[in-house]
């Protein structure tokens, strides 16, 4: 079981539970830099072997050239002639090691990886603590304020603390982002210098030839693996870096609550002791379905122990602000305590936040959300990606890179306006001289992004994710297919339209590069989404362009019906026998035996 992926909007809340995740991650990273240390250091000490070696096999084999026969009278035979040339020919025993480049194969890619990803890390862990003390110390002052003070006074320091916390937020973001995207590298920048420096070592003599030749196809595959991990790593990176500005300049932050929560967050607690009255920092969760109100506490009060209180709310009332010290504050009536329990938000938007989930009497506020423009899958739109197909199969199945390279974004605009205007709808031209396949390409992987629902629906989006995650080849393919005749009619009229065109093109991929898996890359995002944007959606990415991988490959018997049942196929049981696809290693594989090293057999006479 991996790591739950840590999603920027839970930077936000900083609730104990989004901590707790991030330390398996700082666990991990510590993991893979001692790993790395240690894998350096036996590095290094392999190649100081080899060249310890290579020098002794260069000292041998001069001692061996300087070394002359001296012979009585004057003429040798030619048996003796051998002879004395022999030394020279057992040069061959002793050829040179040469591993100069060893170093440059593992020693400095992963040092470079240990500075550049791990170190950067290290450094934006640093700001972000640095920012976390900084902005709770603030928000600890902050929440001592007395609402007495002048307002010039708290508007200041409302002002001060979101600064704050804007700069913890946006610390907390960029360190999520990268402490990520090390786990996700590190899967190719770690394995390549490390097959490199194997083929390296594999090469050296002729010795080990038939080793070499045992090592390629597992070489092979591996590489393959590797640039398709890369691929994937690449279209998700772009995508989360987008996603990060995003967030990190968005005014509104849109806060995902725990499974169920209705609302969570910090607040404070007022508690009366025999000296006196504390305010106790909680991390708070309200469930509305149940009216369960939970509070954790996040720091232990001196010699006290305090556990999690679990309360059913009655009632939510605002507190008037000429009744208390505290700013922010609301009572909550509950069915456990006899009196009511004053909390402390941590500012007057938090606070409606709060009375708002618990039905308190505080107004609610939406801000209007502006929708982006969206295409339709009309007629319309089934003759423009119809129009596109054609003009790309007539003109465009050998061109390499089609569908990759992007074309003109004015280019791409001017033609989806002219084809949807209106007034004059698919009066468009596509032989013209302004149109070339990069255009006509880019335009149509737009419209198919811009449908207002994408084109695999979000209904049945996660269960397409489930069934490419699936280990069984065979059920991954029959869960699909039936899926895909759970779509809507028109959807599934669009998707086999496409999808027959990808084919065509993959058809010609020695010429113009586009294999089944370059296509999943290009249409995996833009025929799937998910509903929310977060950063588990983000790692599935490379989810939905397997799913375009098995609709490419298995089109003929996908699009030739409808299973015979159109319930899924029934989940397989966990794995037994081996997998079809053997892990990458040559270590389990039975021993090759030598005859020149078996030992002599003797007859008893």
């Known amino acids: 079981m991996g790591h739950p992926p840590l999603e920027f909007s839970d930077c936000y809340s900083d609730s104990p539970d989004f901590r707790e995740r991030l330390k398996c991650y700082e666990n991990e990273l510590e993991k893979t830099n001692k790993f790395l240390k240690d894998v350096i250091k036996d590095g290094n000490n392999v190649i100081n072997a080899i060249k310890e070696y290579s020098l002794g096999v260069q000292k041998f084999s001069q001692t061996l050239q300087s070394f002359q026969f001296d012979f009585i009278g004057d003429t040798l035979t030619d048996d003796e002639m051998n002879i004395g040339e022999s030394t020279a ?15 440059d194969l593992l020693i400095k890619p992963l040092e470079k990886f240990r500075k550049e990803q791990i170190g950067v890390t290290k450094e934006r862990r640093k700001k972000f603590e640095k920012e976390s003390e900084k902005y709770y110390s603030q928000l600890d002052k902050h929440m001592n304020l007395s609402s007495k003070k002048k307002e010039t006074q708290l508007h200041e320091a409302d002002e001060l603390l979101d600064k704050e916390h804007q700069a913890f937020y946006e610390s907390s973001v960029e360190y999520v982002y990268q402490i990520q995207q090390v786990q996700d590298r590190k899967k190719f920048d ?3 210098p490390v097959l490199a420096f194997l083929q390296s070592i594999l090469t050296l003599n002729n010795l080990t030839v038939e080793m070499t030749q045992d090592f390629l196809p597992y070489k092979q595959e591996l590489q393959l693996s590797l640039q398709n991990t890369r691929n994937h790593f690449e279209s998700t990176r772009e995508e989360m870096e987008e996603l990060m500005k995003r967030m990190k300049g968005s005014t509104q932050i849109c806060i995902r609550h725990s499974q169920q929560a209705t609302m969570e967050g910090y607040l404070y607690v007022q508690e009366k002791w025999a000296l006196g009255v504390s305010w106790i920092k909680y991390y708070c969760k309200y469930f509305k379905d149940n009216k369960q109100f939970i509070m954790m506490p996040v720091e232990q009060k001196t010699g006290t122990k305090q556990t999690t209180a679990h309360l059913t709310l009655k009632s939510c ?3 008037k602000t000429d009744s208390t010290d505290k700013r922010f504050c609301f009572d909550i009536e509950t069915n456990e305590r006899c009196s009511p329990v004053l909390l402390q938000a941590i500012s007057e938007v938090n606070r409606k936040q709060w009375m708002e989930a618990m039905d308190g009497k505080e107004p609610i506020y939406h801000s209007p959300i502006q929708k982006q423009a969206e295409m339709d899958l009309n007629d319309i739109g089934f003759k423009f990606v119809r129009k596109c197909i054609n003009f790309v199969e007539t003109k465009g199945l050998t061109q390499e890179g089609v569908y990759r390279t992007v074309g003109s974004n004015i ?16 009066d468009v031209d596509f032989n013209s001289t302004d149109m070339d396949i990069k255009t006509i390409t880019s335009a149509l992987k737009f419209y198919l992004r811009s449908l207002s629902e994408p084109l695999m629906t979000y209904s049945l989006h996660g269960e397409l994710i489930l069934a490419a995650k699936s280990e069984n080849l065979d059920y991954r393919l029959g869960a699909v297919h039936s ?3 759970k779509l809507p009619e028109r959807n599934r009229e669009m998707l086999e339209l496409l999808i027959k065109h990808l084919v065509s093109v993959c058809s010609h991929s020695s010429e113009n590069l586009m294999t089944v898996s370059n296509m999943g890359v290009i ?8 509903e929310e944007e977060t950063v588990a959606a983000m790692l599935d990415i490379k989810f939905q362009n397997i799913v375009m991988e098995i609709l490419i490959e298995g089109y003929s018997k996908i699009f030739k019906g409808p299973p015979e049942e159109t319930i899924l196929p029934p989940i397989p049981p966990p794995r037994v026998t081996p997998r079809r696809r053997q892990p990458i290693t040559i270590s389990k594989r039975p021993p090759r035996l030598y005859p020149s090293l078996q030992p002599p057999v003797f007859e008893r006479k």
Do not use: H, W
Request: aromatic residues 8%.
């Open 190 to 192: 770690v394995v390549e």
């Open 523 to 530: 249409f995996g995002p833009t025929l799937m989404r998910a």
């Open 89 to 103: 020919a057992l040069n061959l025993i002793g050829l040179v090691l040469s591993v100069q480049n060893a170093c």
């Open 317 to 319: 009332v605002r507190r």
């Open 411 to 426: 280019q791409v605009q001017k033609l989806l306006n002219a084809f949807f205007d209106p007034k004059c709808p698919a």
């Open 483 to 485: 899926l895909v005749y």
